[in-house]
T-cell receptor, first 112, second 113 residues
């Protein structure tokens, strides 16, 4: 089992460019999440999904979109990147709400 | 809105010392509480998960306690080792929230030789 994987590991964007971050899990988990981690602010939830074909907003959803077309994949999109979106992005998944969440290794994004 | 606080923000202890990390939360209607470890530049690794009905969980040298009514949890690390150096994060999942986690800002631990 690879667990939770994230692509890419690191990316530099210019303001206004777009990109998609890919999260994949091979544990057949229903629930998937996107968080961002910024210094001094901890991890904050961007969007989440409770199953294939579903998505919902988290604490800081503005500027991001997501899709869950396949159960194993959860995509995070930035349509027009801004410097404020410079962060480390983590994906996580879990089978049921009362179980632990498994995190990917993170994607470091720098927006110039 | 749930808020999670971790004190201290940073801690340095000599090898072999026992230590306690603290976590407090404002809303006691939680599903569970988790402690994670994060090494620099890495992802999060789950250490312990305590369900709301439980008082404590143990794994090796780690023991986590939960007092839901007072909104507090502690992570006890026995006989600390340099390999324990990392940032420790506390996160709570509120009831009816699809297991969305609210994180504290972490305690950065350094264990010195």
């Amino acid at each position: 089992n690879a667990g939770v994987t994230q692509t890419p590991k690191f990316r530099v964007l210019k303001t206004g460019q777009s990109m998609t971050l890919l999260c994949a899990q091979d544990m057949n988990h229903e629930y998937m999440y996107w968080y961002r981690q910024d210094p001094g602010m901890g991890l904050r939830l961007i969007h989440y999904s409770v199953g294939e074909g579903t998505t919902a907003k988290g604490e800081v959803p503005d500027g991001y979109n997501v899709s869950r077309l396949k159960k194993q994949n959860f995509l995070l999109g930035l349509e027009s990147a801004a410097p404020s979106q410079t962060s480390v992005y983590f994906c996580a998944s879990t089978r049921q709400p009362q179980e632990t969440q498994y995190f990917g290794p993170g994607t470091r994004l720098l927006v110039l | 809105k749930q808020e999670v606080t971790q004190i201290p923000a940073a801690l340095s202890v000599p090898e072999g010392e026992n230590l306690v990390l603290n976590c407090s939360f404002t809303d006691s209607a939680i599903y569970n509480l988790q402690w994670f470890r994060q090494d620099p530049g890495k992802g999060l690794t789950s250490l312990l998960l305590i369900q709301s009905s439980q008082r404590e969980q143990t794994s090796g040298r780690l023991n986590a306690s939960l007092d839901k009514s007072s909104g507090r949890s502690t992570l006890y690390i026995a006989a600390s080792q340099p390999g324990d150096s990392a940032t420790y994060l506390c996160a709570v999942s509120n009831t009816g929230t699809a297991s969305k986690l609210t994180f504290g800002t972490g305690t950065r631990l350094q264990v010195t030789l």
